[in-house]
């Protein structure tokens, strides 16, 4: 073999020297696959997580059909809205010894209400006397509200009963020495039925749907006939007749305003407005000593901030994915609670207002009742009655 053709074929053996850098390739590949397996479980718990959450947003009906519809820009909350603690000053009455007393109305010093579980109160002092039951038993809930009952405005009757109704059972004439409980007669009754879709107990359903089938209702006590006074409103709630007795006030609470309807005279059968682009979404209104009227908000559309249920009312996809998603209560929790009362005068100008932002003192308030100096004031929700002392703010 000659000497080129050894150099052609010799091999030259190098030493291996197994470094960390020698190892790199392996330790990549086997951090690539353990990554494909990070990301294959990852897709897949979250597939299984979304999976039931596509089932609900596009299978499942939404208990509510909202509606669009416009609200004005708020007002500012300066001038008479604007923010104060005066309704900090109330005092809790009955506190756990009653709950959610909607309205108020006395004769003398001697007050009376009614309450979720049904009952008509007596509260003298400091004590309660049940002065009637319009349901039967069981009560304590709201699956029990159809049949146990749930009374809501009551008013004194000019033979010194009370006028009630109930959200489910109708209207009342109830002794208030005795309990009796007789149908109504001799007079005129008005009264609002807030919407023909949903109950008293599914109130914010009734408040997100915004439809307009809210009525104003008159039964004549002697022929035993009701008449529709006026339809299409959203949320119709509380009902206060003028002194000339030819029309009634009611807050549309779902606009944030309140209507004037004919009910007698030249002008039956008409509707104005009497107040409108309030800072709040109006309850109960009720007289004031001062001739005009006290009306309670348990939510305002803050300006300048946020308010939701405005945001909302253009958005009525967004109301049905939230409804599908959450149950009512836990929706009224994301709402802000606010207190407003207004002392509104003759013809619809704010003349003072009270406020407990956050609801703190006096929550979920529902209707100031004014007597001798005092405020009376109901909840739709809360365990207590509130009185605020008017000689102090």
Avoid at 105 to 120: E, K, L, M
Avoid at 153 to 163: C, E, H, K, S, Y
Avoid at 226 to 238: D, K, T, Y
Avoid at 283 to 312: C, E, K, T
Wanted: contains cysteine; proline residues 6%; aromatic residues 10%.
């Amino acid at each position: 073999m000659n000497e080129p053709e050894g150099l052609r074929y010799r091999r030259v053996n190098r030493p291996q020297v197994i470094t960390d850098e020698a190892q790199e390739p392996r330790h990549k590949r086997t951090g690539t696959y353990s990554g494909r397996v990070f990301r294959v479980t990852l897709l897949s718990l979250g597939g299984f997580l979304v999976l039931p959450l596509l089932v609900i947003l596009f299978l499942l009906e939404s208990p509510i059909q909202p509606e669009a519809f416009s609200l004005s820009e708020p007002p500012l909350m300066n001038g008479c809205y604007k923010a104060n603690l005066k309704l900090r000053q109330a005092e809790r009455l009955f506190e756990d010894q009653l709950v959610g007393p909607e309205s108020v109305a006395n004769i003398g010093d001697v007050f009376y209400t009614g309450t979720a579980d049904g009952r008509i109160l007596k509260l003298e002092g400091r004590r309660i006397h049940v002065v009637a039951k319009l349901g039967r038993p069981p009560c304590g809930s709201t699956e029990y509200e159809p049949t146990c009952g749930r009374p809501l405005g009551i008013r004194v009757g000019p033979n010194g009963t009370l006028f009630v109704v109930d959200a489910y059972l109708g209207l009342f004439e109830v002794n208030p020495v005795t309990g009796h409980i007789t149908t109504l007669d001799g007079k005129k009754v008005y009264f609002t039925d807030s919407s023909s879709r949903w109950q008293r107990r599914n109130f914010l359903n009734l408040v997100m749907e915004a439809t307009a089938d809210g009525r104003v209702l008159e039964y004549d006590t002697v022929t035993k006939e009701v008449s529709v006074m006026m339809e299409g409103l959203r949320f119709p709630n509380g009902i206060q007749l003028l002194p000339d007795e030819e029309s009634v006030l009611v807050p549309e609470t779902t606009m944030a305003r309140i209507r004037r309807v004919h009910v007698s005279g030249l002008n039956k059968g008409g509707m104005d407005t009497f107040v409108e682009n309030l800072p709040g979404f109006p309850d109960n209104i009720r007289r004031s000593s001062s001739g005009g009227y006290w009306v309670a908000m348990s939510a305002v559309r803050q300006n300048p901030g946020f308010s939701m249920l405005d945001f909302l009312s253009q958005r009525p996809w967004i109301k049905k994915l939230i409804f599908k998603l959450f149950s009512q209560d836990t929706v009224l929790k994301f709402v802000p609670r606010y207190s407003l009362i207004l002392e509104l005068d003759e013809s619809g100008e704010c003349l003072r207002s009270f406020h407990d932002p956050h609801g703190q003192v006096a929550a979920y308030v529902s209707e100031a009742h004014e007597h001798n100096g005092h405020l009376y004031i109901g909840s739709f929700r809360s365990p207590y009655l509130c009185k605020l002392d008017l000689s102090k703010v």
